[in-house]
């Protein structure tokens, strides 16, 4: 398996800009986890989906953040309008579903807003 | 509510010395308790986890960790580091039940000296 694949790897943008990050988790896996890591405020938990469905998005930093799993092999993570704040690096996890399971990280999106 | 603790921002260790990188949790149930590594540019590897059973867990590269209930701790280790091992490190928590996400401490930077 190809691993967790997340895109695009880098995205630069100015403020106000609609931007959308894609995730693709591991094959058979049915749990999917957006992160943000930030120097000041570490790795952060952003919203988590079971079999498709999300189950906790109280890490959604505002309604200008929004996420979907339309199904099992793709997500989304839009961020609408974008802000300088929001410049950070954003990873896709997916888990497999066995008894405490290792969730698998993508490589990350380095996300800059200008 | 779930969170870990790392109170080393950064540990640094001379190559083929002994390293102990330091994490303590707070769960409602029983932990599921993982170390993860990060190198630069990169996202984050699994190196262990603990589930039940025998306290003292060996994972990827040679490093370990030991779970201390009483302590709520879950210190990882290893004999001898490696110029190599230097990177950032997080332990990370999720309760027992099925379907919820891992909490991240802050990350401990290990720096080895040659």
């Known amino acids: 398996d190809a691993g967790v694949i997340q895109s695009p790897r880098h995205e630069v943008t100015e403020m106000g800009q609609e931007v959308t990050l894609r995730c693709k988790p591991i094959?058979?896996?049915?749990?999917l986890f957006w992160y943000r890591q930030t120097m000041m405020r570490g790795l952060e938990l952003l919203i988590y989906?079971?079999?498709?469905?999300?189950?906790?998005d109280s890490g959604m930093p505002e309604d200008r953040f929004s996420a979907k799993m339309p199904n099992a092999s793709f997500s989304t993570l839009k961020i609408q309008p974008s802000e300088p704040r929001d410049s950070a690096v954003y990873f896709c996890a997916s888990r497999d579903t066995g008894e405490g399971g290792i969730q698998y990280f993508g490589a990350g999106t380095r996300l800059s807003v200008l | 509510a779930q969170s870990v603790a790392q109170p080393e921002d950064q540990v640094n260790v001379a190559e083929g010395n002994p390293l102990t990188v330091k994490c303590t949790y707070s769960v409602s149930g029983n932990p599921y308790l993982f170390w993860y590594v990060q190198y630069p540019n990169r996202g984050l590897q699994f190196l262990l986890k603990?589930?039940?059973?025998?306290?003292l867990v060996k994972g990827s590269y040679g490093f370990e960790a030991e779970f201390n209930k009483s302590q709520t701790s879950f210190h990882l280790k290893k004999p001898s580091a490696l110029v190599s091992d230097s990177a950032l490190y997080f332990c990370?928590?999720?309760?027992?039940?099925?379907?919820?996400?891992?909490?991240f401490g802050k990350g401990t930077t290990l720096s080895v000296s040659s």
């Open positions: 603990y589930i039940t059973g025998d306290n």
């Open positions: 990370a928590v999720r309760d027992y039940q099925a379907g919820t996400a891992l909490i």
């Open positions: 094959s058979g896996h049915n749990s």
């Open positions: 989906f079971n079999n498709n469905v999300p189950i906790d």
